[in-house]
């Protein structure tokens, strides 16, 4: 008789879990209980008749028929423990067919699980290869924000942005401290040909880029200048290099479009 995954030997008096090997010869009041609810399978099985013993007349208690009831649960274990209902105010009853239900529903469980787990596996793939494409479209359209822009007033009234940009919170002294240089280089031109200053430093602080933008005589005009110190402490704009670029020139603005100088 099978119960779960547990097999009754009626003969033998011994219930065998299939999954664990383990045999349990049962004692006298389970082997009792067993047989009649197996005997009455699907149908309720009054205490009073569980109670009635074997047929040399040895009666069990009530205790005993609860104890019993008891224990062949736990050996059944979680899973199929509900083999067993109590009908409440009559008596016990063995439910039929349940152990095969239960034995269906696991063989669909394992089938099912690895293919639940393959298809979440897929999902979460899915999504997170779609946060990232969202991400790099979101980024991408996004503008990169200056760190500041500040309007430098000349001696002319001529009006030029310095405008500073930083990919790094860890430059922003830095950065701020050697555009501050540019600022009092150009507040002292009576009149320049560059109309905004981007400046930026580089990630690892050893090169800060100067772009100078402006307009002369109608013809637009671009300036980029690197400028690479690797002592400490660091000075990119110093007043030899200003006199050197020579920032309020009109004539400057013809330079090469591109410029690499050493800080000194």
């Not at 999504?127 to 200056?146: D, S, Y």
């Not at 009234?157 to 990919?167: A, C, G, P, R």
Request: one cysteine or more.
């Amino acid at each position: 008789m099978q119960l779960g995954h547990c097999r009754f030997d009626i003969g033998k008096g011994d219930l065998i879990n299939q999954d664990t090997g383990a045999v349990w010869h049962l004692p006298r009041a389970e082997l009792h209980v067993l047989s009649l609810l197996v005997e009455y399978q699907g149908k309720v099985v009054a205490k009073s008749l569980l109670e009635s013993g074997h047929e040399d007349n040895s009666h069990l208690s009530s205790a005993s028929v609860a104890r019993a009831i008891f224990t062949l649960r736990s050996f059944l274990g979680p899973q199929y423990e509900s083999l067993i209902e109590t009908v409440k105010g009559q008596g016990y009853m063995l439910r039929p067919h349940r152990a095969r239900k239960e034995t269906a529903n696991n063989w669909l469980r394992q089938w099912i699980r690895p293919q639940q787990a393959i298809l979440i596996i897929v999902l979460v793939s899915v999504l997170l290869a779609g946060l990232w494409w969202f991400n790099q479209q979101r980024n991408e359209a996004t503008p990169v924000l200056p760190l500041s822009v500040e309007t430098v007033t000349l001696k002319s009234e001529q009006q030029v942005d310095v405008i500073l940009y930083s990919l790094s919170n860890t430059n922003n002294e830095l950065l701020t401290e050697q555009a501050q240089q540019l600022v009092k280089s150009l507040q002292q031109c009576p009149v320049t040909i560059w109309s905004r200053v981007f400046v930026s430093l580089s990630h690892d602080k050893q090169v800060l880029n100067i772009t100078l933008r402006g307009d002369h005589y109608g013809q637009s005009l671009i300036r980029n200048l690197k400028i690479s110190d690797l002592r400490q402490p660091k000075q990119f704009v110093t007043p030899q290099w200003l006199a050197q670029l020579n920032i309020c020139s009109t004539s400057n603005g013809r330079a090469a479009p591109s410029n690499q100088l050493q800080g000194g």
